[in-house]
């Protein structure tokens, strides 16, 4: 599986960005897909995460309510809108698969427990 993201750009505070996701390979469906960030100097941190079926989607308290992401199977792509943006959300966003068996809910916030990754989208928010 081979993942691209795509998106990101230099905004000002409070603007939005829609990150996309676009997944080569037939099994996209039956992945559980989720978004990471890393700013300079710290660790990967979880963003937000869509099962498989685009029924449930979880998200790290520091963006809820502000972004939603989502998915189209057709399309084999998953998006990350990304509203009222803050400078603390600059970073390099990651796209993530977990194939299954899938993490449980405790486990989905660590970034070692995903299979594939993307390259990474630079996201920069000016105040």
């Known amino acids: 599986v081979q993942l691209q993201a795509s998106g990101g750009g230099l905004v000002q505070a409070g603007d939005s960005l829609r990150l996309s996701c676009a997944a080569s390979?037939?099994?996209?469906?039956?992945?559980?897909m989720a978004w990471f960030r890393q700013a300079p100097g710290k660790e990967r941190e979880f963003v937000a995460r869509?099962?498989?079926?685009?029924?449930?989607?979880y998200y790290a308290d520091s963006v809820k309510g502000r972004f939603t992401l989502s998915r189209d199977n057709a399309k084999n792509t998953v998006y990350l809108q990304m509203n009222s943006l803050k400078p603390e959300d600059t970073a390099v966003y990651y796209c993530?698969?977990?194939?299954?068996?899938?993490?449980?809910?405790?486990?989905?916030?660590?970034?070692?427990?995903?299979?594939?990754w993307g390259q990474g989208t630079q996201v920069t928010v000016s105040s």
């Open positions: 390979g037939r099994t996209f469906s039956r992945y559980d």
């Open positions: 869509i099962r498989w079926s685009g029924g449930n989607a």
């Open positions: 993530a698969a977990d194939t299954p068996p899938f993490l449980i809910y405790s486990e989905m916030h660590n970034a070692r427990g995903y299979d594939y």
